[in-house]
């Protein structure tokens, strides 16, 4: 079993270039690399769906320094990576509040994002300025000034019109989460989404995360059993024990 969909909280740029004594700059510049990698091994396994944490809402607090650094980053990664990603079928989209980038940077993330595919074999998404929290108050939001304009009856909310509303509408929820780098935390990532999805944690720092290091989350995830609930013979589809 492959997962449809998996998302990954990419940490340890930070210690991974310290161990090498070099600035975190230097880290974060490897993990671009790391990305490449990955987006390359979800091609190869068939995976649909990739949803990356590159910069949450609270990452804004950092060193100057660094904050401005990881922006540059991003800008030169997108200029120079992303027709090739295209011509490779890989569909970027970007979640998260934009507003607070610079205006090179949301030009940049809208032209990768409108970029015309023959055929898309994997979507990346890309969470940017993004925050779990934020996802959910967005949606109530939306909902809310629709109710106020009498285009919705609040009794008639439930989970499948509320998820429309959320940033990563109208894809899957993930079924495979993976953090690199060792803590054991999902860090205010797709709150919603992780409902029911497999967490996976690993001490890997993320520019080490390679092929292998993806297959042995994937060979993990193909030995977990996914219940949503139900007993395990149910999701077997052997009979009953009747011992309730
Ligand atoms: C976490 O490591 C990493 C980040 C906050 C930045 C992630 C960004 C990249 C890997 C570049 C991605 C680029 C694109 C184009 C998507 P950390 O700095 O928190 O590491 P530490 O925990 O060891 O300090």
């Not at 910069?55 to 990881?70: A, D, K, Q, T």
């Not at 055929?119 to 629709?146: K, M």
């Amino acid at each position: 079993r492959t997962p449809r969909h998996v998302a990954i909280v990419m940490d340890g740029n930070g210690r991974w270039a310290k161990q090498r004594h070099r600035p975190r700059a230097f880290g974060h510049r490897a993990g671009v690399q790391a990305v490449r990698k990955v987006i390359e091994a979800c091609i190869r396994a068939k995976v649909e769906v990739l949803t990356l944490f590159a910069f949450s809402s609270e990452n804004w607090s950092r060193p100057e320094g660094e904050v401005r650094h990881l922006m540059d980053l991003f800008l030169r990664a997108l200029r120079k990576e992303a027709r090739e990603l295209a011509g490779n079928g890989v569909r970027l989209r970007f979640i998260g509040e934009r507003n607070r980038f610079s205006p090179e940077l949301r030009a940049a993330m809208a032209e990768s994002e409108s970029a015309a595919l023959n055929e898309v074999r994997l979507t990346v998404n890309i969470a940017v300025n993004y925050g779990g929290r934020w996802d959910i108050v967005n949606a109530a939001q939306a909902l809310a000034r629709a109710a106020r304009a009498g285009l919705i009856d609040p009794d008639a909310i439930d989970q499948t019109s509320f998820e429309q509303h959320l940033s990563l509408a109208p894809l899957p929820e993930p079924d495979l989460f993976i953090r690199t780098g060792g803590e054991a935390r999902i860090s205010n990532f797709l709150l919603w989404h992780l409902a029911y999805t497999e967490l996976y944690f690993t001490p890997v720092l993320w520019p080490d995360f390679d092929e292998t290091a993806f297959r042995a989350a994937l060979n993990e995830f193909a030995q977990r059993e996914r219940r949503f609930g139900k007993t395990s013979a149910q999701v077997s589809g052997k009979p009953e024990a009747a011992n309730v």
